[in-house]
């Protein structure tokens, strides 16, 4: 049989079986033009039809049964546990088998619930025992209560339930009926039951008609919390994110078919589906699922078409809101959705009492005109952030359940959302947003679109496309970032006037965004006009010019401009409100501070200001967020430059593993963090292990789009230097000079940088024996250092170098002159241990022997012993 | 909706359950205890133990379980092999005509089983759409509305292909039993 003809006879056979039995023979055989091998078969599908029991209606477990030898299911009826006997079997699911039982002591009916198949895993047993708490905790007339409970002997837990009597809620409504009042009353009942519960932070998961029985007095009962999760609870019950049931799919909301995380607004949806389902006495289309109407169904449209009798009970006001309500609680989208079952019965509440809803339009965050309203635009914009924040949390909750991180997980909750869009318009701080995320960048692409159906409201429309600019920025999504900030930009100079302090924020997010992108000339100019403008203006706060000079310092140290930066960050530190009560700018401020005493070689004062920053951002954020570990970061570049490397690299791990759990395995930031530990782990010659981790940091950073080209360089340069500790030097000179390349487009040709390229170049030359290309790389690279930071360690390793070139080619009075200072430098700023002082000593052996002069040479060989021997 | 999700997500998901219903299925057998477990438990149990894998963690459970019948399918189905290879080699008595049809009500042999799962390949030939609702039905226990979600027709079509693709099995299961019992009867006469 091929296709054609299946569907051919399929549809006869079809059409057949709705015909009374004695009819079908002739009209199969009108039907199949007198086929006869087609009505042959026709008639033997339905042959088959006919029989009573169909043969793919038995259950697979009988199969299953069948070939994996598993005997019957053995019956517990009868059976006597602990006081109670066993009556009959009142229902069972994926896990438990619940009984009717009664107590053989002091009479009475209970129900008593049973894990099957304890023995399969302890994760089966923990959420057994999780149902048996979430049950102890609640105490309502609506909620089963929990008894006792205890084991079998082959370890099968149990636990007794006040028994139950009644129908399942829709049952109970069909048979008892009452006008739609009744009907609200009824549900009220319900909605209160699961605030009850939510209000003991726990959601059911799984509302439906046979998990909520009601009695001939109109009392209602919850049962089955065994898919109920507690809000904030242990952190290895992942069930947070997927459920663990395979839950009824008619009352399964959006976010729970989707996999995505759950809340109290996930029993919301439930219990709209339970309401439309009351009124309508049938369940609700999904949106698109009647596949021409993607509009939603009206409780009101459908009760006038198929129960018209009903639906005289309203007024055409009172459906109208009796509508709202539904569809609200109905949203597919949770933010649009009731937030809370309480916020649902105050409505319900309302109805009842004939007073206005609390639930407003249900479009309104969706319909541009509504944004022009002004006693709405606050709303407008937090809106849309509450778009683009939701999935971010969503994501948030995903992967922050992955890190264990019981704090963030608390911003799943609704209240957290609200709490967390507002901060993104207080200036709070915006790193607080995740990376990468596919979901967040898809919203923000829809915040994208709202904000350019703004244009008749262009101060509201700068706004959002500046804080849409931020999080694209903080995503790493340059070229996104950058339209929307210049047009902020623009709109707010016409808007406001070039002096305004806005237009100073506007210029100095352009400046952060351009210093990410390695256009440092821009950027620099665009901090100082935008410092300009806040010193020219009356109303700029201390807080905004603080801020902006950190950003200025921030592009000057980029630059290598270390001493202008240096000044910069010292002013606006004095502007920032006392280190007791440190703010995140504060931190930045001294992070930036720490940075350029760094490049500068003053480790000691790098340190004090990093660990001052370290103990805000701490104490600010907790120890799992990625400002702290930035500051972990330069500490263990800190102790690395000290040559302290167990110290560095326990810093730079602990740094990993904050930046891993928070931004992805594949993020810069990560790369970036592997990179610091590969050269680490160079250092001390744990090759092996460093090309590992740099290959992975390489292979994301080429993922990453131009603004990550100065980051490549530093990867090529980390890889240079392994190749040539494995004396590759072809390849090594190839990363070198690739590295000095991209350093020289995005950091131009003057950053020190580029001289640590030199420098290295120098090292391959010296190498092979190659000492005049050593010498002239070397003698660049002096030369450069020497004008960007002179008597620093960089600079002082550099002449140490030349020294060495100069020693090799025999000069050994000029290799003294570099040599020695060098020493004289070392001693002083770098511990006893560090291996460039041992290099140090160790040439001037060589070299003063070369000069014939024993005395030094002794000298030195002497004070290598020495320290050879601590 | 396979093309749509991607074909290797689905063999990467798809031999993942499987792997992971088969082992689960080994544990029943090695217990003590099997006697109270069933498909369903199976299916369970491996969603638990599976969800948060990075394979599934972005499946809906929905299509976890369009997975999950297709990974039971074939666990039963080399169960049923094995057991059939078993009767064979220990020299059962081969049932005859008479005995299986037209009264057979219930698909408990293994021989069924296989024959079932010939069946359904053939009908994913003529009908692919049908063939992966039986599966869904059969083996993992999806409900109508369920099934029309995952195939994106109306109820009523799934409810509609459903009748015919049932009876289509039906006739082919016993045509193939019958051809075998008169195989088998030949061989032996």
């Known amino acids: 049989m091929d296709e054609m003809r299946w569907q051919a006879v399929q549809e006869i056979f079809s059409q057949a079986v709705e015909l009374p039995v004695e009819a079908r023979r002739a009209a199969v055989h009108t039907w199949c033009n007198s086929d006869g091998s087609m009505v042959a078969e026709v008639m033997e599908l339905l042959e088959e039809d006919g029989r009573g029991q169909p043969l793919l209606d038995s259950s697979v477990d009988q199969a299953a049964r069948a070939v994996l030898d598993f005997g019957p299911l053995p019956s517990l009826i009868e059976k006597q546990i602990g006081p109670y006997r066993l009556l009959r079997l009142l229902g069972e699911g994926g896990m438990g088998v619940v009984y009717l039982a009664e107590r053989t002591d002091i009479g009475g009916k209970v129900a008593i619930k049973l894990l099957r198949d304890a023995w399969l895993s302890p994760m089966r047993r923990q959420r057994f025992r999780m149902e048996q708490m979430t049950l102890a905790q609640l105490s309502h007339p609506s909620i089963a209560r929990i008894f006792d409970a205890n084991m079998l002997e082959d370890g099968t837990p149990w636990f007794v339930m006040e028994y139950a009597e009644g129908l399942p809620l829709t049952e109970h409504w069909q048979q008892k009926g009452g006008t739609i009042r009744d009907c609200l009353l009824l549900f009220r009942r319900v909605c209160a039951a699961v605030q009850y519960a939510h209000s003991h932070a726990i959601i059911h998961r799984d509302l439906k008609p046979s998990n909520i029985l009601a009695n001939e007095s109109g009392e209602v009962k919850l049962l089955d919390f065994g898919i109920a999760k507690q809000l904030g609870a242990d952190l290895n019950d992942h069930a947070t994110v997927t459920g663990l049931r395979l839950m009824t799919l008619a009352y399964a909301a959006p976010e729970q078919l989707a996999g995505r995380a759950v809340g109290v607004y996930t029993d919301v949806y439930a219990l709209g589906v339970l309401l439309f389902e009351l009124l309508a006495c049938r369940l609700p289309m999904r949106a698109g699922e009647s596949g021409v109407d993607a509009v939603p169904e009206k409780p009101s449209t459908v009760i006038r078409q198929e129960k018209p009798a009903f639906y005289t009970q309203l007024s055409k006001a009172e459906w109208a809101d009796l509508d709202l309500l539904t569809m609200k609680a109905l949203e597919p989208e949770v933010e649009r959705r009731y937030g809370t079952a309480d916020a649902l019965m105050r409505d319900v509440d309302a109805l009842l009492d004939g007073r206005p809803l609390e639930a407003r339009p249900p479009d309104w965050s969706y319909t541009a005109g509504k944004f022009l309203r002004r006693n709405r635009k606050v709303l407008a914009t937090l809106a849309a952030a509450v778009l683009v924040v939701a999935g971010t949390i969503v994501f948030y909750t995903v992967r922050v359940a992955q890190a264990r991180n019981i704090a963030l997980r608390e911003a799943a909750r609704t209240q957290r959302i609200q709490q967390f869009t507002e901060s993104l318009f207080d200036g709070g701080d915006k790193e607080a947003g995740p990376s990468l995320d596919l979901k967040a960048v898809q919203l923000l692409d829809r915040g994208r679109h709202e904000a350019e159906g703004l244009r008749g409201d262009p101060e509201l429309q700068a706004d959002m496309q500046s804080t849409l600019g931020g999080i694209y920025q903080k995503l790493g999504k340059l070229e996104l970032a950058a339209p929307l900030l210049e047009a902020s930009l623009e709109e707010r100079k016409q808007a406001f006037g070039e002096g305004d302090p806005r237009v100073a924020d506007s210029l100095v997010a352009m400046g952060s965004l351009r210093k990410e992108q390695g256009k440092l000339d821009d950027a620099e100019k665009l901090m100082r006009e935008g410092l300009s403008v806040l010193q020219r203006s009356a109303q700029a706060s201390q807080t905004a010019k603080a801020r902006t000079m950190v950003g200025l310092g921030a592009v000057l140290e980029t630059r290598g401009k270390y001493d202008e930066a240096k000044n910069v960050l010292e002013a606006a530190s004095k502007l920032q409100p006392a280190y007791t009560q440190g703010t995140a700018d504060t931190a930045e401020n001294l992070a930036e501070l720490g940075n350029v005493a760094f490049y500068k070689g003053s480790y000691d004062a790098s340190e004090a200001y990093n660990k001052k920053a370290l103990e805000i951002y701490r104490h600010l954020f907790g120890e799992e967020h990625p400002a702290v570990a930035q500051i972990l970061n330069n500490l263990g570049a800190i102790e690395t430059n000290r040559g302290n490397y167990a110290a560095s690299e326990t810093y730079y791990r602990h740094a990993l593993t904050i930046t891993e759990a928070w931004y992805g395995p594949n993020h810069p930031e990560t790369a970036a963090n592997l990179t610091a530990i590969a050269q680490q782990l160079s250092y001390e010659k744990r090759d092996t292990e460093a090309m590992v981790l740099l290959e992975r940091a390489l292979s994301i950073q080429k993922q990453g789009d131009s603004g990550m080209s100065a980051t490549v360089a530093s990867t090529q340069n980390q890889l240079g230097l392994l190749a040539f500790n494995a004396k590759q030097y072809d390849a090594a000179r190839g990363y070198f000079s690739d590295a000095m390349e991209r350093w020289r487009k995005t950091l131009g040709d003057q950053h020190p940088f580029i001289a640590i390229a030199y420098s290295n170049m120098g090292s391959v030359c010296l190498d092979q024996k190659d000492y005049a290309c050593a010498e002239k790389n070397y003698r660049e690279a002096v030369r450069r250092l020497d004008a960007s930071s002179k008597d620093s360690v960089n600079a002082t390793i550099a002449h140490l170098k030349l020294g060495r070139a100069l020693l090799r080619e025999g000069r050994f009075k000029e290799a003294e002159g570099e040599t020695r200072p060098a020493y004289e430098y070392l001693v002083k700023h770098v511990p006893a241990d560090n291996g460039f002082l041992a290099a140090s000593r160790k040439d001037l052996t060589a070299i003063y022997e070369g000069m014939h002069s024993r005395e030094n040479a002794a000298r030195f060989q002497l004070e290598l012993d020495v320290a050879a021997k601590h | ?189």
């Open chain 2, 1 to 189: 909706m396979m093309a749509a999700e991607g074909r290797d997500s689905f063999d990467e998901q798809f031999s993942l359950v499987y792997e992971e219903l088969r082992r689960l299925a080994a544990n029943v057998l090695r217990s003590e205890q099997n006697g109270r477990v069933t498909p369903t438990t199976l299916v369970h149990e491996a969603w638990l133990k599976l969800a948060h894998s990075p394979e599934v963690v972005e499946t809906s459970p929905l299509h976890f379980r369009r997975i999950a019948a297709r990974a039971m399918r074939q666990v039963l189905v080399e169960a049923a092999r094995r057991r059939n290879a078993m009767r064979r080699g220990s020299g059962d008595v081969m049932v005859t005509f008479d005995e299986l049809a037209p009264g057979m009500t219930t698909l408990s042999d293994p021989k069924e089983i296989l024959a079932l799962d010939s069946a359904l390949d053939n009908l994913s030939r003529i009908s692919a759409r049908q063939a992966r609702l039986v599966e869904g039905r059969f083996f993992g226990g999806l409900e109508v509305s369920e099934l029309a979600v995952l195939l994106e027709v109306s109820e009523a079509t799934v409810a509609r292909e459903w009748r015919s693709a049932r009876a289509w099995l039906a006739v082919e299961i016993r045509r193939e039993l019958r051809g075998k019992a008169s195989e088998a009867g030949v061989q032996e006469g």
